[in-house]
């Protein structure tokens, strides 16, 4: 029994030693991570060549879309991975600044978990400061109207002027801030929705220059008629069916005997199917539509009687493309034909015209009234190229969002991080108790972006950072910040450098947030089985007498 305690105590010293590891070797992956995109941050930002799982190249500096490339073995560098992709989905911009923030809270935690403080302190200061940051947000944040058109203009060009497009000069922030006005919803009380996924369509065709780029005021599909030769190409004012049911007549089960007793009945069944068909045509040609859009088949019997009457006919449409139609020209998609009405004929489209780009046909459903749903149609010289204007244009569409859901604007170049830097350093003197060193530490984090910013300028880091600590810390103006082309300490509001209120809540927050997750793990334990070398024996082991520093149970060793 007299050997039972210290064994215990051996136990637990071997424990802590490994969870001080365990949080080294997950601050070394965080950190990892954000130094493979640091580079990409601001005007002045790297590119980066991919080579994706394919042999693919992908050449970008998009944050989330270089990461999503990456095949990281360690835990902690794939949750920092997901971080860029919540920060996307949620937001659509940010994705670098919430790696390179998350990364430097771990940084500085460092010196923490070398002093033995406990983890929790840690994270208990982080989100203290978490709260006060974002205190401080609302406080130098400004309202902004988003019928502006300059200054919106100006807040979409800033949060793409770090990208590739951002050369071309307002192209991209008008093309998205044209969807995201054609696509958004205003649901009442102030709520305004836009939903990008879902109502706005990119189109990429190569050709042609960028320049001829545009929203659509309608709807654009890959897709031609049915019949080219017997049915109209360009219809004014159609009016458009949608259907999401077959034109075709229903197939039987896996197994269908249908015994025929004599030669004439093969005739009925035949005249059955024709009637069937002829029938279904009839309950949609009695409202007169110009245009009938079905996401199923459509057979060879209906094509001749819809091209009969006139009407142009398009099949197996991709759901997502139907929503968007239904929404531009103000139609509802009917399951059955039987149960179509007249307030089911979408009117509101001016134009219906099928174009050939390339060696493709695409149909344009376009000039509608009031629609919701858009599609743009992207140009440009080669694959590569229209995929980075594409990314470029996302992220200039999320901005255009967040501004219209949430319409307050926050200094761009540092500047909100170099204020919120300096607020927490003066708010931590009155932090009481062990809670102040981390507390002040995470104030030091936050200078990380402007940091950046300034070492991807190629200035000198240490003398301007001085300058900027200098200009904040007597709280002049919390809109001075980094000009990222010119490497200029200038007010933010002059030179129209600014972020979306949403984007930086998110990026804090995330951060953070992730941060706290990830300093709170004192052990990775595998779950994966290891695969048994070939050849190798599968008889049963042979039981192990356990020795006294094997003892890591509870269990009493025999005297």
């Known amino acids: 029994m007299a050997l039972h305690a210290p064994v215990l105590v051996l136990k637990d010293s071997l424990k802590r030693e490994s969870g001080t590891k365990v949080h080294h070797a ?9 130094d493979i995109i640091r580079t990409t941050l601001g005007p002045q ?5 991919l080579l994706d799982a394919a042999g693919g190249i992908v050449v970008t500096n998009d944050g989330n879309c270089i990461l999503r490339e990456l095949d990281l073995a360690h835990p902690a560098a794939k949750s920092m991975i997901e971080l860029s992709r919540t920060q996307d989905e949620e937001v659509g911009d940010g994705t670098t600044s919430v790696i ?24 208990r200061a982080y989100t203290k400061a978490l709260d006060d940051a974002l205190s401080v947000l609302d406080k130098i944040a ?14 979409v060009k800033s949060s793409i002027g770090t990208k590739f497009t951002g050369q071309f000069g307002d192209l991209i922030a008008d093309l998205a801030i044209d969807a995201t006005t054609t696509a958004g919803v205003d649901l009442g009380q102030g709520i305004r929705e836009v939903d990008i996924k879902k109502y706005i369509k990119v189109e990429k065709v190569p050709g042609g220059q960028l320049e001829d780029s545009k929203v659509l005021k309608g709807v654009m599909i890959n897709k031609d008629v049915v019949a080219p030769g017997k049915m109209r190409r360009k219809i004014v004012n159609p009016r458009i069916i949608l259907l999401d049911c077959p034109l075709e007549y229903k197939k039987g089960e896996n197994q269908t005997n249908a ?11 035949l005249q059955m199917e024709e009637e069937y068909i002829e029938n279904l045509c009839a309950q949609i040609l009695k409202f007169k539509p110009d245009l009938v859009i079905t996401e199923k088949g459509l057979s060879d019997l209906a094509v001749h009687y819809l091209g009969k009457a006139g009407v142009s006919a398009i099949r197996r449409l991709r759901k997502t493309d139907n929503n968007r139609i239904a929404k531009a020209c103000g139609a509802v998609i009917v399951n059955r034909p039987e149960e179509l009405q007249e307030s089911d004929v979408g009117t509101g489209a001016g134009l219906f015209e099928v174009k050939k780009f390339g060696d493709e046909f695409f149909a344009f459903i376009v000039d509608c009234k009031d629609p919701k749903a858009c599609t743009v149609l992207l140009r440009g010289a080669s694959k590569d190229v229209l995929n980075e204007v594409e990314r470029n244009l996302q992220d200039a569409m999320s901005m255009a969002r967040n501004i219209w859901k949430n319409p307050k604007l926050l200094p761009g170049g540092g500047a909100t991080e170099l204020t919120v830097s300096a607020t927490l350093k003066q708010k931590s003197s009155s932090v009481e108790g062990v809670e102040k060193w981390p507390y002040e530490a995470a104030a030091l984090a936050f200078e990380a972006i402007p940091r950046t910013l300034l070492q991807n300028c190629g200035l000198n880091v240490i003398r301007t950072m001085t300058q900027l600590q200098g200009k904040h810390a007597n709280g002049e103006n919390a809109w001075v910040g980094i000009d ?13 450098i600014w972020d979306s209120y949403s984007v930086k809540a998110q990026t804090f927050k995330t951060a953070i947030e992730a941060a706290c997750m990830l300093l709170r793990i004192d052990d990775i334990v595998s779950g994966i089985k290891k695969k048994q070398a070939p050849g190798a ?5 042979q039981p192990q007498i356990e020795q006294e520093g094997d003892a890591d149970n509870e269990q009493m060793i025999p005297e």
């Open 484 to 496: 990222g082309s010119s490497g200029d300490i200038v007010d933010m509001k002059e030179r129209k």
């Open 259 to 269: 015994e025929l007793m004599k030669e004439e009945d093969w005739q009925v069944m």
């Open 45 to 49: 930002s790297m590119l980066k060549m």
């Open 537 to 541: 024996s599968s008889a049963p082991k």
């Open 26 to 34: 997950n601050i070394q992956a965080a950190k990892a991570v954000a």
């Open 100 to 123: 390179v923030l998350a990364g430097e809270m771990l940084h500085v935690a460092q010196a923490f978990i070398d002093k033995n403080y406990h983890p929790t302190v840690i994270c």
């Open 142 to 155: 400004i309202p902004v109207d988003v019928d502006d058109r300059v200054a919106m203009l100006g807040l």
